[in-house]
């Protein structure tokens, strides 16, 4: 287990002997094979060395990764790559499927060459808070602070986000001072309904569940083990002051979903809404499935959607107390090591109520504490043994059938290295950690109601505090899978480009869609949380973003597949601006100059060679009007051999009035931007994929992403940053991707401007 120890190499790269000793055998080995790749066998600087480790830990082999592997390693060693976060993006760009790999493209998206100075992140996070200075003056530290986090960190995407939280809260303080009594307590405002148009349907129109008629709903199954004696209740006020605690508890073993979203705008919201706070805890017990990435990921997206955790802590920094619990429990004659197999306690588990125990379930109480103390010393090999809780082989819920409480795994921890090699269970640990951060109300899914008998044995069993269990539906939404097992296969077997994927409702791919903390949280407050088992209409979803964007977003024109125009009844060097409206509601954003020449584009798909009554686009003969210009007739439709249309000819109208129902939007010719525009659409075609069973992947919608590689904006929006949405008039709402470069920016669709037939029909 301490194969690092001692290591020349380890230590010849400024790691804490600490640290070298706790590595395993595996660990070690690749670490120094890291070490040999870069070239710094003689030695280097602690904070090099660390960049190592976290090459040697989070990029696994694969035949592209290990080609170019040496290459990452060269710009650490010159020091052009010198910061987590840009190995952290390497690691991102080597993994996310690219076939080739492109200097350029690498360099940009690891910040090669990008020097952060700290005034210059003095002066970011100074502008940020300028931005909204009065409505912070007003609200203090009820001020949403993690979303003005979140668009410093989209500015400065390479410094480390402790500097910028901690440069952040430093500036906070100087501005507002130290809170006072009055800054922990919320002013309640009440919700003022929106107008809905009652004539069309609206996915919108629902009302929001409040928090009181949430709570109607939670009387759960009550237990006799559930309540707590007087003396208990006491403590536990004593230690919260008698305010409500929550948690929310992901496992770190994969990236959040939408899922994870709504659980935390019910943790958070609730005890917010009571008064109370929340801990974020990393519910980390399984070294084999939980990575340092998903720590990290899991930290940004709780802070991207805005939510202050009260604390953040970690399961596995109760290991200590944990295991001497276990030891309390087995002293009490309620748990006992067993030596049966995996195999061989599903196989007892098979005949249920009738199963026979186990040949240890009777083993003294001093043969048991040696021997879980054999375990802890790693005396056993895996799966040899285990320590089970003494509960009722005979009970009707199987989640009482003497659950293991630990098992052996020779792994180190991602949190908390390689000081076990015995690590507890879910059914052992998430009640005793509740208990021991004297959470009030434990929120969990449906699925979890069945270990609800095995919580409070085990509480009961130790004489502890015994929180309150509430559990509420998981969230299904149509046209998508939830489950991280499929998530998974979609990622790993390439059906889709990576967890960032904006067609999945990951967090992260929902953020690179375009999806703001805003209206995600407006998304689950308006779903609710009940004990039905329900599933959302997608189209709630995109209501929310829509109509945020509607009200925020500015207008641009953009042309998907360009067709040339020519004006000519105009000279070669006509250029003529008209003003148009950054946004058409919103007059105080002002106007954009807009230049119109001899040559136009349009969109393809609004040229017709063949008229209709129903076509309301341009075809021979035909005037239809350009948005914020003049009207246009068009002369003639030259064509190329093939028959196909590759320019119009044109004449330009000032004068006329007549009022067309035809108008169509443009880019004009001089300067152009080419730009890439990825249309996204549902994964699925099917409103739930999970119900085919095994062929829920026949299902995928092949025009789930659409890309047009040929596509035109007006010249004004080159340099336009990262993150950035528009409303594409006609089009949708888009943003800007961070495969973007200076010349050729993406846009990924957000949404449509209204939801389409074809997708109704789907």
Known sequence: MTAG????????????????????????????????????????????????????????????????????????????????????????????????????????????????????????????LSSCVEEIKVKRYFFAFGPLLGKIRVQLPFCDAAVLKTELDAQILALLGPKTEKDSIRTKKPKVPKEVNEAEPNPMSAPIMTMAEIEKQYIGRALDSAVNTPELTAMHNTVTGGRIRTRFPPEPNGFLHIGHAKAMNFSFGFAKSKGGVTFLRYDDTNPSAEKRVFIDSIAENVSWLGHSPFETTYSSEYFPELYELAMELIRRGKAYVCHQTQAEIKAARAARMDQPPSPWRDTPIEENLRKFEWMRQGRYKEGEVTLRMKIDIAHANPCMWDPVAYRIKYEAHPHVGDAWCIYPSYDFSHCLVDSIEHITHSLCTLEFEVRRDSYYWLLEALDLYRPLVWEYSRLNITYNVMSKRKLKQLVEQLYVNGWDDPRMLTVNGLRRRGYTPTAINEFCARVGVTRSENTIAMSLLEACIRQEQDEQ????????????????????????????????????????????????????????????????????????????????????????????????????????????????????????????????SYLFKSMDPSALGDEWLDDLNEKSLVVMDKALVDGSLRGVAQGTRFQFERLGYFIVDSDSVLECPVFNRIVELKESKEKRDM
């Open 5 to 128: 120890h001692g290591s020349p190499i380890l230590m010849a790269i400024g790691l804490n002997p600490k640290f070298i000793s706790q590595l395993n055998t595996a660990d070690a080995q690749q670490l120094e094979h890291v070490v040999h790749e870069a070239g710094l066998e003689r030695g280097c600087s602690e904070s090099v060395g660390k960049l190592l480790v976290s090459v040697a830990s989070g990029l696994k082999s694969t035949p592209f990764v290990d080609a170019n592997r040496p290459t990452l390693l060269a710009y650490i060693a010159d020091g052009r790559i010198s910061s987590q976060a840009q190995v952290a993006a390497a690691i991102e760009y080597l993994t996310s499927g690219v076939e080739k790999f492109d200097v350029s493209r690498f360099e940009q998206q690891c910040g090669v060459g990008v020097v952060i100075s700290p005034e210059h992140i003095s002066s970011v996070v100074a502008g940020a």
């Open 553 to 680: 977003a500015p207008r641009t024109m953009a042309v998907l597949d360009p067709l040339r125009m020519t004006l000519t009844n105009v000279p070669d060097d006509f250029a003529e601006f008209v003003d148009v409206p950054i946004h058409p509601k919103r007059s105080e954003m002002g106007t954009r100059p807009v230049a119109l020449s001899k040559t136009v584009f349009i969109d393809r798909s609004d040229f017709r060679m063949d008229d209709s009554p129903s076509f309301y686009g341009l075809a021979p003969g035909k005037q239809v009007h350009l948005k914020f210009a003049y009207h246009i007739t068009c002369q003639k439709a030259v064509v190329d051999e093939a028959g196909n249309v590759v320019e119009l000819q044109c004449t330009l109208d000032k004068d006329s009035t007549t009022k067309l129902k035809g108008i169509i939007h443009w880019v004009s010719g001089p300067n152009p931007l080419p730009v890439v525009v990825r249309l996204y």
